[in-house]
């Protein structure tokens, strides 16, 4: 069983900076694509950062520039962060990691259970 767990959420200025990190367990494979997503109240889950299936990382305009996704260490480990800079109101939101992997010949995507972060002075 292959489980998500996020931490690193919290409260913040406006302004300030929060680093996420997503650490997979029970998984003896490489996840591929990881991912970042936020959901935000009363409005849809969306993409925040991603890496992409051609091996590139793929951000939405909003946090271009501000957040930044990187594995910590080598690719095959399953641990994703993602540091986010000049935090916005807007950028309040429960955000979730995402990771994939193949399971015969099927793509089956994993989510963690969220970490909050609030932009609010």
């Known amino acids: 069983q292959v489980h998500l767990v996020e931490s690193g959420g919290g409260l913040v200025q406006p302004g300030g900076s929060l680093r996420l990190s997503c650490a997979a367990s029970?998984?003896?494979?490489?996840?591929?694509?990881m991912g970042w997503y936020r959901q935000a109240p009363g409005k849809q889950r969306e993409l925040v950062a991603t890496?992409?299936?051609?091996?590139?990382?793929?951000?939405i305009d909003a946090v271009k520039g501000r957040f930044t996704l990187s594995r910590d260490g080598a690719k095959n480990t399953n641990t994703l962060s993602m540091q986010m800079n000049n935090l916005r109101p807007e950028d309040t939101a429960v955000y979730y990691c995402?990771?994939?992997?193949?399971?015969?010949?099927?793509?089956?995507?994993?989510w963690g259970q969220g970490t909050q972060v609030t932009v609010s002075s």
């Open positions: 029970g998984s003896d494979i490489s996840l591929y694509p």
């Open positions: 995402k990771g994939s992997r193949w399971e015969s010949g099927t793509q089956i995507h994993y």
């Open positions: 890496e992409t299936n051609d091996g590139f990382i793929k951000y």
